[in-house]
């Protein structure tokens, strides 16, 4: 009941309204103080961030009326999320993904110049080192799923190409698995590679087309989806992430069009430009040149950087 209400509610007391009033008076004090705390910071950005983060904290257990066993229950929940956290699992990636801040923030300062490839979430199963391949290596190492072959070209807005530009690939194997989830089953660097564009920033390689998977649900991020009667499924997709001198560095998947959860991605990731098609090629000169069976599908998808 704010002050307001105690004023106009029906039968109202001067004890009621003086009580609204020492208790919103004794709301304030606290979030002030707790700001005031923070002006001593060094770091003027951290002292901007904190102190914007302790008003919405504050604004959101004022809106919401938060009792105490809700926060307890919130702080129990943040411990486990932490808890799940190993060298090979990121759950606060993993938990930010799914509540769509890792997707604000990249949609806020993502590169996004007219022209260049959009950018996307960077994704919780980037954690070890893609090995350096060879242009047309293959990153899949198992070679039970359909043979593809993704293409493209590395290039500024312009057209100009970016010879020598770093391409970091990874994705799932058609069960939905990266490498670091089935050890027992796939070999470490499964599904990923470092490539290095050639002279027209060309780049290739050999992989298989990968599955829709669902992200982790044993931890706490699966107990929150399904309490919310969410599913946890990812459209099938290979991530990217490209480099190149004098341009900034983009973050992307490449979705495979026609997919199933393309339009309710459990991590709000997908975006219409980064949908391309897989096509399905019948051809045994071209299989042959690629290294590949026949027949197989193929990508093509070029990189387009902004400059720094």
Same mark, same amino acid.
């Given at each position: 009941?704010?002050?307001?209400?105690?004023?106009?509610?029906?039968?109202?007391?001067? #004890?009621?309204?003086?009580?609204?009033? +020492?208790?919103?008076?004794?709301?304030?004090? +606290?979030?002030?103080? /707790?700001?005031?705390?923070?002006?001593?910071?060094?770091?003027?950005? @951290?002292?901007?961030?904190?102190?914007?983060?302790?008003?919405?904290?504050?604004?959101? !257990?004022?809106?919401? %009326?938060?009792?105490?066993?809700?926060?307890?229950? #919130?702080?129990?929940?943040?411990?486990?999320?932490?808890?799940?956290?190993?060298?090979?699992?990121?759950?606060?990636?993993?938990?930010?993904?799914?509540?769509?801040?890792?997707?604000?923030?990249?949609?806020?300062?993502?590169?996004?110049?007219?022209?260049?490839?959009?950018?996307?979430?960077?994704?919780?199963?980037?954690?070890?080192?893609?090995? /350096?391949?060879?242009?047309?290596?293959?990153?899949? @190492?198992?070679?039970?799923?359909?043979?593809?072959?993704?293409?493209?070209?590395?290039?500024? !807005?312009?057209?100009?190409?970016?010879?020598?530009?770093?391409?970091?690939?990874?994705?799932?194997?058609? *069960?939905?698995? $990266?490498?670091?989830?089935?050890?027992?089953?796939?070999?470490?660097?499964?599904?990923?590679?470092?490539?290095?564009?050639?002279?027209?920033? !060309?780049?290739?390689? %050999?992989?298989?087309?990968?599955?829709? $998977?669902?992200?982790?649900?044993?931890?706490?991020?699966?107990?929150?989806?399904?309490?919310?009667?969410? *599913?946890? $499924?990812?459209?099938?997709?290979?991530?990217?992430? !490209?480099? #190149?001198?004098?341009?900034?560095?983009?973050?992307?998947?490449?979705?495979?069009?026609?997919?199933?959860?393309?339009?309710?991605?459990?991590?709000?990731?997908?975006?219409?430009?980064?949908?391309?098609?897989?096509?399905?090629?019948?051809?045994?000169? @071209?299989?042959?040149?690629?290294?590949?069976?026949?027949?197989?599908?193929?990508?093509?998808?070029?990189?387009?950087?902004?400059?720094?």
């Amino acid at each position: 009941m704010t002050t307001e209400d105690a004023v106009t509610a029906p039968g109202a007391t001067e #004890a009621a309204v003086s009580a609204a009033a +020492v208790s919103e008076e004794a709301v304030d004090t +606290v979030t002030r103080q /707790a700001v005031d705390s923070l002006s001593a910071t060094a770091d003027p950005r @951290l002292r901007d961030l904190l102190t914007a983060l302790v008003r919405h904290l504050h604004a959101f !257990a004022r809106e919401t %009326r938060l009792t105490q066993a809700e926060w307890e229950r #919130a702080v129990g929940f943040l411990a486990a999320t932490g808890q799940a956290c190993t060298d090979t699992r990121q759950e606060f990636i993993l938990l930010s993904d799914v509540l769509g801040l890792s997707m604000l923030v990249e949609t806020v300062h993502g590169h996004s110049a007219p022209g260049t490839t959009e950018s996307t979430v960077l994704g919780p199963f980037h954690l070890t080192k893609s090995p /350096a391949r060879e242009l047309g290596d293959s990153i899949d @190492l198992v070679g039970d799923g359909e043979p593809c072959v993704v293409s493209g070209r590395v290039r500024a !807005a312009d057209g100009t190409a970016l010879p020598g530009a770093v391409v970091d690939v990874w994705q799932a194997d058609p *069960h939905g698995f $990266y490498d670091v989830q089935r050890p027992d089953a796939q070999p470490p660097g499964n599904g990923r590679g470092l490539f290095t564009a050639d002279t027209a920033g !060309a780049f290739w390689f %050999r992989t298989c087309l990968p599955g829709p $998977y669902p992200i982790p649900t044993d931890g706490p991020v699966g107990t929150l989806l399904e309490a919310c009667g969410r *599913h946890p $499924y990812r459209p099938a997709h290979i991530h990217f992430v !490209a480099k #190149a001198d004098g341009h900034a560095p983009v973050t992307t998947h490449i979705f495979v069009a026609g997919g199933a959860h393309l339009d309710s991605d459990a991590v709000f990731a997908v975006k219409d430009s980064l949908v391309k098609d897989f096509i399905p090629t019948d051809d045994p000169c @071209l299989a042959r040149e690629f290294g590949v069976p026949n027949p197989f599908r193929h990508a093509r998808f070029d990189l387009v950087l902004e400059r720094a």
